[in-house]
C-alpha cells in the first residue's frame, strides 16, 4: 500500500527569507487560502520573534484560516517558544517548530555551546513547548554536517520531552543524495524510539540538489517533506514542492509513496507565488515554467499531435495549465467571469473583488479581441493583491518617436488632492517614472525593472514588475494593461502605494 508523505509548506516562511520577497499580511493571508486549496498538510506561517509584524501575520492566518495544520518557527529559548505560541495558540492543530544547530561549526562559532549543552538546551526548551501542546517540531540546523551519533542522542532526548516531529536540515545545500539518504536511514536505524515521531527533511538548493536529496530522504524512511512553492527561499532556495508532488504523482509505480496535494492547483498556486513575490519563474522550470510544456521541434510536435504521450509525461491540466486558453470575450457575462474565475483556483474573492475584477475585464476585452487565461489572471492579481491606494493614477499621457524628446503629462490623486506634472526622460517610460517620482516625492530606488507581454501578438497585454527600494525596504510593483507605458505606471504606483502601506503598518505596530 502506498503510504503517505505529508507536506509541510514554508513558503511564508524560508520562501519568504528569498532575498526581496517580502510578503505583506494580506499577500501573505491570500496565499495562505490557496495553499489550503492545495492540501498542504502544515503551513509554516513565519517566525512570530521575529518582528512585531511577523507575529501579526502569523496570527492573522491561524485566527482564520482551516483546514491545514498552522507551524510558527521559534529558537530555542522561553521567550521565542511563548511568542510562537502566543501567535498560533487559536489555529487548527497549531504546531510549535523549534531549532537548535547540532554540528561542530555551528555549535562552536555561532552557538559557542558545547554538545552537552546543545542536548540540554534542546530537551528543556522541547519540554517547554510540549507544555502548550502535543503537536512540537525539532530541528537540528545544519544537521547534515554534524556528528550522527549526536544527533541520535539529540532525537532520542526531544522525543522523550515531547517532540512528534523531527526534522534533518540540509541547511547549507552541502549533502549528495546517497549520502543524505543514508543518513537518514541511519537515523531510522539507530534512534530508539524513532516510530513514536515523523522524520522530516528540509533541503536547500545549493548545489542544485535540495529535490533529488528530499526524494533520497523519503525512500529512506523520512515522511514529512519541507517545501516551497517555486523552490522559494534562503539564497538558491529549498525543495521545490511541485517538483516533489510530481515526482511522487509520475512515477508513482515506482515510489509507492504519495501525498495528498491537488495538483490541479500547482500552476495558480506557482502564478500567485510569483506575482506576490515579484520572482519569475524561469522559463524552463520543471512543471511550471512557461516552456514546460511547449513543443519547439517539428519531430516533437508531430509526436504529441500523434499521441501525446511520446514526448509528454505530464498532462499538463494534471498541473493545473489549460491547454484550450482562450476563456472568454467582450460579450461574457459576470456569471461566465465567475465560473472561469473558479475554474483558475480563485473561488474564494469577495462580491467587491469579483466585481473590480468584472469592470476591469470589460475594459480590456473592449481592446483585446480575445481573452486569455493569463490576461484574466494578470487582472485578477492587480485588483486582489491591491493594498489602499495613496497614489492613484487618473491620467497619463506619454509621447515619444525616432525624432521626438520622450515626454510623459501625469496626473495623480494623492492623498485626496488631485496634482499633475509634466517631465522628460531618456524613454517615455523613464519620463513617466519621473513624473510620477515628482508628484509622490518618493526618494525610493528602483533596483530591478521587467516587461513582458502576458500573450502572443501586438494586441496583447504587457505586464510590467518593479521591484523598487526605500530605507531598507524593499517592494514589488506589477501592473498589467495593454499600453505598455500605463501598465509601467501601474506597476511602479502599485509598488510606492506597498512602500506607503509599510510605513503605515510600522508606525501602527510600534
Ligand atoms: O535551513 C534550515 O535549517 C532551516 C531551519 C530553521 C529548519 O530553515
Ligand atoms: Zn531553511
Given at each position: 500500500m502506498s503510504e503517505k508523505i505529508f507536506i509541510f509548506d514554508t513558503?511564508?516562511?524560508?520562501?519568504?527569507?528569498?532575498?526581496?520577497?517580502?510578503?505583506?499580511i494580506h499577500e501573505k493571508f491570500r496565499l495562505a487560502q490557496q495553499l489550503v486549496k492545495l492540501?498542504?498538510?502544515?503551513?509554516?506561517?513565519?517566525?512570530?520573534?521575529?518582528?512585531?509584524?511577523?507575529?501579526?501575520?502569523?496570527?492573522?492566518?491561524?485566527?482564520?484560516i482551516r483546514g491545514a495544520q498552522i507551524a510558527a518557527l521559534c529558537r530555542c529559548n522561553v521567550k521565542d517558544i511563548d511568542t510562537a505560541w502566543q501567535a498560533i495558540k487559536n489555529g487548527e492543530n497549531p504546531r510549535i517548530h523549534t531549532f537548535l544547530a547540532t554540528s561542530p561549526i555551528h555549535m562552536q562559532h555561532k552557538l559557542r555551546l558545547t554538545p552537552e549543552q546543545v542536548l540540554e538546551k534542546a530537551t528543556a526548551m522541547v519540554a517547554h513547548a510540549a507544555r502548550y501542546t502535543s503537536n512540537v517540531e525539532f530541528s537540528a540546523e545544519d544537521a547534515s554536517r554534524s556528528d550522527l551519533d549526536f544527533v541520535c542522542r539529540v532525537f532520542e532526548a526531544v522525543i522523550q520531552a515531547g517532540a512528534t516531529t523531527l526534522n534533518f536540515p540540509d541547511t547549507t545545500g552541502y549533502a549528495l543524495p546517497d549520502e543524505y539518504g543514508a543518513q537518514i536511514r541511519y537515523l531510522m536505524e539507530h534512534i530508539p524510539s524513532i516510530d513514536?515521531?515523523?522524520?522530516?527533511?528540509?533541503?536547500?538548493n545549493d548545489l542544485g540538489l535540495a529535490v533529488a536529496n528530499s526524494l533520497a530522504a523519503i525512500n529512506n524512511g523520512a515522511r514529512q517533506v519541507e517545501c516551497t512553492?517555486?523552490?522559494l527561499g534562503e539564497r538558491a532556495g529549498n525543495t521545490a514542492m511541485e517538483e516533489v508532488v510530481m515526482i511522487l504523482r509520475t512515477r508513482a509505480e515506482r515510489a509507492g509513496l504519495h501525498t495528498d496535494i491537488v495538483t490541479e492547483h500547482i500552476y495558480p498556486t506557482s502564478r500567485l507565488v510569483s506575482t506576490i513575490t515579484g520572482m519569475p519563474v524561469q522559463p524552463n522550470k520543471a512543471i511550471v515554467g512557461a516552456n514546460a510544456f511547449l513543443h519547439e521541434s517539428g519531430i516533437h510536435q508531430d509526436g504529441v499531435l500523434k499521441e501525446r504521450s511520446t514526448y509528454e509525461i505530464i498532462n499538463p491540466k494534471d498541473v493545473g495549465i489549460s491547454t484550450s486558453n482562450i476563456v472568454l470575450g467582450k460579450h461574457s457575462g459576470r456569471h461566465a467571469l465567475r465560473d472561469k474565475v473558479a475554474e483558475m483556483g480563485y473561488s474564494s474573492l469577495s462580491e467587491d473583488e469579483l466585481n473590480r475584477v468584472f469592470a476591469r475585464f470589460k475594459v480590456v476585452a473592449d481592446l483585446k479581441k480575445e481573452m486569455f487565461e493569463e490576461d484574466l489572471e494578470a487582472i485578477i492579481m492587480d485588483e486582489v493583491l491591491r493594498v489602499p491606494e495613496s497614489f492613484k493614477l487618473l491620467h497619463l499621457g506619454a509621447m515619444s518617436g525616432s525624432r521626438s524628446l520622450p515626454t510623459a503629462a501625469v496626473k495623480l490623486l494623492v492623498a485626496g488632492e488631485e496634482k499633475e506634472t509634466a517631465s522628460l526622460g531618456i524613454g517615455p517610460i523613464d519620463a513617466t517614472f519621473r513624473a510620477i517620482a515628482q508628484l509622490t516625492g518618493t526618494t525610493s530606488k528602483l533596483l530591478y525593472f521587467s516587461v513582458s507581454s502576458i500573450t502572443g501578438g501586438t494586441d496583447a497585454q504587457g505586464e510590467v514588475m518593479v521591484r523598487i527600494e526605500d530605507n531598507g525596504k524593499v517592494v514589488v510593483g506589477q501592473g498589467a494593461d495593454p499600453d505598455i507605458i500605463t501598465a509601467a505606471a501601474k506597476a511602479y504606483l502599485t509598488g510606492l502605494n506597498r512602500l506607503e502601506y509599510l510605513k503605515k503598518e510600522s508606525k501602527r505596530s510600534e
Open positions: 513558503t511564508l516562511r524560508d520562501g519568504e527569507q528569498s532575498p526581496g520577497a517580502t510578503m505583506n492540501r498542504v498538510d502544515v503551513i509554516e506561517a513565519g517566525f512570530p520573534a521575529a518582528s512585531p509584524g511577523d507575529f501579526e501575520c502569523v496570527k492573522n492566518i491561524a485566527d482564520n513514536q515521531a515523523v522524520l522530516s527533511v528540509h533541503c536547500h512553492i517555486n523552490g
